[in-house]
């Protein structure tokens, strides 16, 4: 009984000491290893896309990675590939968002849809209104003629030069009504105002709270209202249209409707609203607005 126990632990012996040695020989070399492959095959599949990667720590292999090409004006490709980045390493942000920038354009588009949307309004065309300045003008109407149609009254390019041409047309359509001008350095402006506007003999102010004066010169349209230091809103006679007093004519137009002045005033708490004081008009429009069924039967 002990010679065959002592035969089977001399073959067992055997056997042990004829086995391959791990450490000697290993059945992967570092190169080989499953998680070196892995790596390998993550950077093929990203070196059309980042210029480096930085190994995560834990990483054995971090030595052995080579940096890898980058097409950095592929935002898309950076998108798709974040799966396979999150894998590999970490990826160092050029310093855009995308996203944010995104969002900001599709707000612009919006805010440029709804005032294209607000321009079908206009019956014809102007030399001024742009989508913007129709948004921001509809914002600023009174009640009474949101959702009307613009009805142009008149306009330099139409109806000829002259303050008494506008004077008579402004009474075919009562009401408030809009006078939008520009000097031709590109500034526009102009006044909301009530209409029919009847000339005085004297200087004589009129007008309502309602009147307002508005501005691009600023870059954005501005809007000017009553400040409640005085009553000087407008003053209409056959030489001129003036609005605002206290100091200086927030504007004032001549009666050639050529040139025109414009300053601060205490009656809107304005400042010039043109590019200078003193300038040549590029053009004058006044509008009146009108219910589809009162434009209709008119």
Known sequence: ????????????????????????????????????????????????????????????DSESCPPLPIRTDSYESIDNCKNELNQGGTFISNGKNKESDKDGELRGNDNYIEGVKQMRELIET?????????????????????????????????????????????????????????????????????????????????????????????????????????????????????FGGGGNFALCLDEDLLKATSGPSETFGNECLASSTEFELKNVELWGFAHVSQYLSS
């Open 126 to 242: 102007s030399v001024f209104i742009t989508a913007n300045l129709c948004e921001f003008l509809q914002a600023s109407l009174p009640n009474i003629v949101r959702g009307c149609k613009w009805i142009l009254l008149y306009s330099t390019l139409k109806h000829g030069i002259s303050l008494r041409t506008l004077l008579r047309k402004s009474g075919e359509l009562p009401g408030p009504c809009l006078l939008i001008a520009g000097d031709k350095q590109g500034a526009v402006f102009g006044a909301l105002l009530e209409c029919p506007l009847r000339p005085t003999p004297k200087r004589k102010y009129q007008g309502t709270s309602q009147t307002f004066l508005f501005t691009t010169i600023y870059g954005e349209p501005r809007i000017f209202r009553p400040t409640g230091a005085n009553r000087y809103y407008l003053m209409c006679m056959n030489e001129f249209l003036a």
């Open 1 to 60: 009984m002990h010679a065959l126990k002592d035969k089977v632990s001399q073959k067992l012996s055997n056997l042990f000491a004829d086995s391959p040695s791990q450490s000697s020989s290993p059945r992967y070399s570092n190169s080989d290893s499953p998680k070196a492959r892995l790596n390998s095959s993550v950077g093929k599949s990203l070196s059309s896309y980042f210029s480096f990667v930085i190994p995560q720590s834990g990483n054995e």
